[in-house]
Protein backbone atom coordinates (compact mmCIF):
# COMPACT_ATOMS: atom_id res chain seq x y z
CA UNK A 1 0.00 0.00 0.00
CA UNK A 2 1.42 3.35 -0.73
CA UNK A 3 2.65 5.91 1.48
CA UNK A 4 0.65 8.87 1.52
CA UNK A 5 2.67 12.14 1.34
CA UNK A 6 3.27 14.14 4.30
CA UNK A 7 2.39 17.66 4.31
CA UNK A 8 4.52 19.85 5.64
CA UNK A 9 3.11 21.98 8.07
CA UNK A 10 1.28 25.27 7.87
CA UNK A 11 3.71 27.13 9.97
CA UNK A 12 6.82 25.86 7.82
CA UNK A 13 5.06 27.51 4.52
CA UNK A 14 4.43 30.71 6.34
CA UNK A 15 7.94 30.95 7.11
CA UNK A 16 9.04 29.72 3.46
CA UNK A 17 6.55 32.78 2.46
CA UNK A 18 8.18 35.36 4.89
CA UNK A 19 11.20 34.24 3.71
CA UNK A 20 10.40 34.48 -0.05
CA UNK A 21 8.96 38.04 0.56
CA UNK A 22 12.12 39.51 2.98
CA UNK A 23 14.38 38.36 -0.20
CA UNK A 24 12.36 40.13 -2.82
CA UNK A 25 12.13 43.38 -0.54
CA UNK A 26 16.14 43.36 -0.03
CA UNK A 27 16.40 42.85 -4.07
CA UNK A 28 14.30 45.69 -4.72
CA UNK A 29 16.11 47.86 -2.29
CA UNK A 30 19.53 47.00 -3.96
CA UNK A 31 18.36 47.93 -7.42
CA UNK A 32 16.66 51.15 -5.90
CA UNK A 33 20.29 52.32 -4.46
CA UNK A 34 22.02 50.74 -7.26
CA UNK A 35 19.85 53.20 -9.55
CA UNK A 36 20.58 56.06 -7.31
CA UNK A 37 24.54 55.42 -6.68
CA UNK A 38 24.78 54.91 -11.15
CA UNK A 39 23.37 58.15 -11.63
CA UNK A 40 26.48 60.02 -10.01
CA UNK A 41 27.76 62.04 -12.86
CA UNK A 42 30.50 64.11 -12.94
CA UNK A 43 28.62 68.03 -12.48
CA UNK A 44 31.96 70.07 -12.62
CA UNK A 45 35.28 70.49 -10.75
CA UNK A 46 35.72 72.96 -7.70
CA UNK A 47 37.73 76.06 -7.64
CA UNK A 48 40.51 76.68 -5.23
CA UNK A 49 39.14 78.57 -2.24
CA UNK A 50 40.24 80.28 1.03
CA UNK A 51 37.38 80.56 3.71
CA UNK A 52 37.45 81.38 7.55
CA UNK A 53 35.37 78.68 9.23
CA UNK A 54 33.25 79.24 12.70
CA UNK A 55 37.12 78.86 14.64
CA UNK A 56 38.62 82.19 12.71
CA UNK A 57 40.94 78.90 10.99
CA UNK A 58 42.01 79.44 7.71
CA UNK A 59 39.97 76.44 5.00
CA UNK A 60 40.76 75.98 1.65
CA UNK A 61 40.20 72.87 -0.60
CA UNK A 62 43.11 71.12 0.46
CA UNK A 63 41.39 70.71 3.97
CA UNK A 64 38.73 68.64 2.28
CA UNK A 65 40.98 66.59 -0.09
CA UNK A 66 40.12 63.01 -0.15
CA UNK A 67 36.90 63.73 1.06
CA UNK A 68 33.24 63.15 0.06
CA UNK A 69 31.79 66.32 1.50
CA UNK A 70 27.84 68.03 1.61
CA UNK A 71 27.45 70.92 1.42
CA UNK A 72 24.99 73.88 1.83
CA UNK A 73 24.19 77.87 1.86
CA UNK A 74 22.43 79.52 4.77
CA UNK A 75 22.54 82.61 6.58
CA UNK A 76 22.12 82.51 10.53
CA UNK A 77 19.37 85.56 10.37
CA UNK A 78 17.55 83.66 8.03
CA UNK A 79 14.22 82.71 10.02
CA UNK A 80 12.53 80.49 6.67
CA UNK A 81 13.82 77.88 5.06
CA UNK A 82 17.68 78.04 7.02
CA UNK A 83 16.70 76.29 9.85
CA UNK A 84 15.01 73.46 8.32
CA UNK A 85 18.02 73.17 6.38
CA UNK A 86 20.38 73.30 9.55
CA UNK A 87 17.69 70.44 10.88
CA UNK A 88 17.88 68.65 8.05
CA UNK A 89 22.04 69.08 7.89
CA UNK A 90 22.26 67.40 11.42
CA UNK A 91 20.02 64.22 10.66
CA UNK A 92 22.81 63.61 8.33
CA UNK A 93 25.68 63.98 10.32
CA UNK A 94 23.44 61.51 13.01
CA UNK A 95 23.13 59.22 10.34
CA UNK A 96 26.68 59.30 9.10
CA UNK A 97 28.93 56.44 10.77
CA UNK A 98 31.60 57.07 12.86
CA UNK A 99 33.81 55.52 10.44
CA UNK A 100 33.06 57.54 7.84
CA UNK A 101 35.48 60.17 6.85
CA UNK A 102 32.47 62.07 4.93
CA UNK A 103 32.26 66.26 5.82
CA UNK A 104 29.37 68.35 5.73
CA UNK A 105 30.02 72.63 4.92
CA UNK A 106 27.62 74.99 5.72
CA UNK A 107 27.97 78.57 3.69
CA UNK A 108 27.04 81.34 4.47
CA UNK A 109 25.62 84.36 2.27
CA UNK A 110 26.04 87.01 4.72
CA UNK A 111 29.20 87.30 5.76
CA UNK A 112 29.27 91.10 6.93
CA UNK A 113 27.19 89.68 9.43
CA UNK A 114 28.08 85.81 10.31
CA UNK A 115 31.34 86.63 11.32
CA UNK A 116 33.40 83.18 12.78
CA UNK A 117 31.55 83.48 16.47
CA UNK A 118 28.38 84.11 15.26
CA UNK A 119 28.99 81.04 13.26
CA UNK A 120 30.05 79.09 15.99
CA UNK A 121 26.72 80.15 18.22
CA UNK A 122 24.90 78.84 15.09
CA UNK A 123 26.37 75.48 15.32
CA UNK A 124 26.23 75.27 18.52
CA UNK A 125 22.15 75.47 18.76
CA UNK A 126 22.24 72.93 15.73
CA UNK A 127 24.54 70.68 18.15
CA UNK A 128 26.97 70.30 15.10
CA UNK A 129 30.13 68.06 15.72
CA UNK A 130 33.01 70.89 14.38
CA UNK A 131 35.09 68.01 13.57
CA UNK A 132 32.61 66.94 10.90
CA UNK A 133 30.36 70.21 10.16
CA UNK A 134 32.42 73.36 9.31
CA UNK A 135 30.48 76.46 8.77
CA UNK A 136 32.48 79.12 6.28
CA UNK A 137 32.90 82.72 5.57
CA UNK A 138 34.74 85.04 3.66
CA UNK A 139 34.40 88.06 1.85
CA UNK A 140 31.49 88.01 -0.49
CA UNK A 141 33.48 87.33 -3.84
CA UNK A 142 35.11 84.75 -2.36
CA UNK A 143 32.09 82.88 -1.11
CA UNK A 144 30.32 83.65 -4.21
CA UNK A 145 33.13 82.04 -6.61
CA UNK A 146 33.01 79.20 -4.55
CA UNK A 147 29.17 79.06 -3.83
CA UNK A 148 28.21 79.77 -7.30
CA UNK A 149 30.51 79.49 -9.64
CA UNK A 150 31.32 75.84 -8.38
CA UNK A 151 28.75 74.65 -6.21
CA UNK A 152 25.93 76.08 -8.23
CA UNK A 153 24.12 77.15 -5.00
CA UNK A 154 22.20 80.57 -6.00
CA UNK A 155 22.00 83.43 -4.05
CA UNK A 156 20.19 87.04 -4.65
CA UNK A 157 19.70 89.89 -2.31
CA UNK A 158 16.60 91.34 -1.79
CA UNK A 159 16.42 94.81 -1.61
CA UNK A 160 14.82 96.51 1.36
CA UNK A 161 11.37 97.13 -0.70
CA UNK A 162 11.34 93.79 -1.22
CA UNK A 163 11.40 92.42 1.69
CA UNK A 164 8.41 90.25 3.30
CA UNK A 165 9.55 90.44 6.92
CA UNK A 166 12.94 91.77 8.65
CA UNK A 167 15.06 88.76 8.11
CA UNK A 168 14.03 88.41 4.12
CA UNK A 169 18.12 90.28 3.07
CA UNK A 170 18.48 86.40 0.62
CA UNK A 171 16.73 84.44 -1.55
CA UNK A 172 19.31 81.38 -1.84
CA UNK A 173 19.05 77.71 -2.65
CA UNK A 174 17.37 75.37 -1.24
CA UNK A 175 19.50 72.26 -2.49
CA UNK A 176 22.71 69.74 -0.52
CA UNK A 177 25.39 68.91 -3.05
CA UNK A 178 27.76 66.04 -2.62
CA UNK A 179 31.50 66.70 -3.76
CA UNK A 180 33.79 63.53 -4.01
CA UNK A 181 37.00 63.17 -3.18
CA UNK A 182 39.06 64.60 -6.39
CA UNK A 183 36.62 67.70 -5.70
CA UNK A 184 34.15 67.21 -8.21
CA UNK A 185 30.69 68.00 -8.11
CA UNK A 186 28.11 64.60 -8.10
CA UNK A 187 25.18 65.19 -7.08
CA UNK A 188 22.42 68.03 -6.10
CA UNK A 189 19.49 67.55 -4.08
CA UNK A 190 16.46 69.47 -3.75
CA UNK A 191 15.69 69.40 -0.02
CA UNK A 192 12.41 71.55 0.18
CA UNK A 193 9.43 72.74 -2.15
CA UNK A 194 6.32 70.97 -3.56
CA UNK A 195 6.16 67.01 -3.79
CA UNK A 196 9.88 66.95 -1.49
CA UNK A 197 10.03 64.49 0.71
CA UNK A 198 13.03 64.30 3.20
CA UNK A 199 12.10 61.34 4.25
CA UNK A 200 13.56 60.14 0.68
CA UNK A 201 16.10 62.53 -0.06
CA UNK A 202 17.90 61.66 2.73
CA UNK A 203 18.93 58.09 2.42
CA UNK A 204 19.75 59.28 -1.20
CA UNK A 205 22.23 61.86 -0.04
CA UNK A 206 23.91 59.21 2.44
CA UNK A 207 23.32 56.29 -0.18
CA UNK A 208 25.82 59.03 -3.02
CA UNK A 209 28.20 59.49 -0.08
CA UNK A 210 28.80 55.75 0.82
CA UNK A 211 28.88 54.72 -3.19
CA UNK A 212 31.47 57.80 -3.27
CA UNK A 213 33.74 56.75 -0.42
CA UNK A 214 33.39 53.55 -1.67
CA UNK A 215 35.62 54.94 -4.88
CA UNK A 216 32.28 55.21 -7.22
Known amino acids: ?18 LFCFLALAYLCLLAELKQTRALPVLGQIAGFTLTNQDGKITTLSDLTNRVWVADIIFTRCASSCPIMSQQMKSLQ ?33 KADFQRWMFLTGTPNELSDLATGSLKLGVTPVTPADRNTPTDFFVHSTIFVVVD ?27 AVKHLEGGG
Open 1 to 18: MAETPRQLPPTLWLGVGL
Open 94 to 126: DALLPASGAKLVSLTCDPSYDTPPILKRYGEHY
Open 181 to 207: SQARLRGIFQTEGQDVDWEKIKPQILA
